[in-house]
């Protein structure tokens, strides 16, 4: 190894940088071929060395999120889903909502993407350096449940209001009961106009005061979440369901109903 080489390789340790070591090297035979300045040179292996780490730190921010699978925008597929547009969604991957503390509300039967579109958003915002938390409704309240019986609630609430983004999946699949809604109103409340939400749920808002037992109590969570946010509607039926001929159809209903 060359006497540069070593005094590279020793000062990216020093500055706990490996990656500037390898892309000071090979980018040094192509800055002499082609000219570069010294200011060039030096930002091409900076640039490197940042996309590097910005790249790693995404996948960190992925993993922590607590994603269920991951998924894409680019995989979702909008020719079957007349109730939303490519030019919709798209905008929203570049993460602009978080800063104004917007909220995202997808709504519509299931199967018909919202959980896929919830969390293509939730990866698309730990790509541009947010950290993200995804969990279905009834997940996040016990977690909520869980902290008030510790006497941890206003700590916990306060925890997740530093996060700018949490997903909230599957609300209205299951109803809760008065304390369990108590709990998913301060979550909204403490997160109103201070950081973002996304929220999927099979049923209209007209009908949340089913899942909330209350309908004072949906009217008055449903203001908070809507007043800064784009909610879109999907519609047709399930994406899962429409490679499935006549013939397997009537089974999968009997295996539903034995459920």
């Known amino acids: 190894m060359s006497e540069p080489d070593t005094q590279i390789s020793y000062l990216a340790a020093a500055l706990k940088a490996p990656r500037v070591r390898e892309a000071a090297i090979r980018l040094a035979h192509q800055a002499r071929d082609s000219g570069w300045t010294h200011e060039d040179y030096l930002i091409a292996v900076l640039d490197r060395e940042v996309a590097a780490r910005n790249a790693s730190g995404a996948q960190l921010r992925i993993r922590a999120a607590g994603f269920p699978a991951r998924k894409t925008l680019e995989e979702f597929v909008f020719d079957h889903q007349p109730g939303i547009r490519r030019d919709d969604l798209t905008p929203l991957a570049a993460g602009h909502y978080l800063t104004e503390a917007r909220n995202i509300v997808l709504l519509g039967p299931p199967g018909t993407g919202k959980t896929h579109l919830a969390i293509a958003l939730g990866i698309a915002a730990c790509h541009t350096g947010q950290r993200v938390m995804f969990a279905t409704a009834t997940d996040w309240v016990a977690r909520l449940q869980d902290a008030y019986q510790r006497g941890r609630l206003p700590a916990e609430l306060t925890k997740l209001r530093r996060y700018p983004l949490i997903i909230i999946d599957e609300v209205g ?64 039926g399930s994406y899962r369901l429409k490679h499935l001929t006549d013939d397997t159809l009537p089974s999968v209903r009997l295996t539903d109903q034995t459920n």
Not at 191 to 211: C, K, Q
Not at 212 to 230: E, N, P
């Open 173 to 236: 699949y299951l109803p809760f009961e008065q304390d369990a809604a108590n709990l998913f109103f301060q979550l909204v409340s403490s997160r109103y106009e201070h950081a973002s939400l996304i929220l999927t749920s099979n049923l209209p808002f007209a009908r949340w005061g089913e899942v909330f037992g209350d309908q004072t109590v949906a009217a008055a969570m449903i203001d908070r979440i809507v007043h800064h946010a784009d909610v879109h509607t999907l519609k047709g």
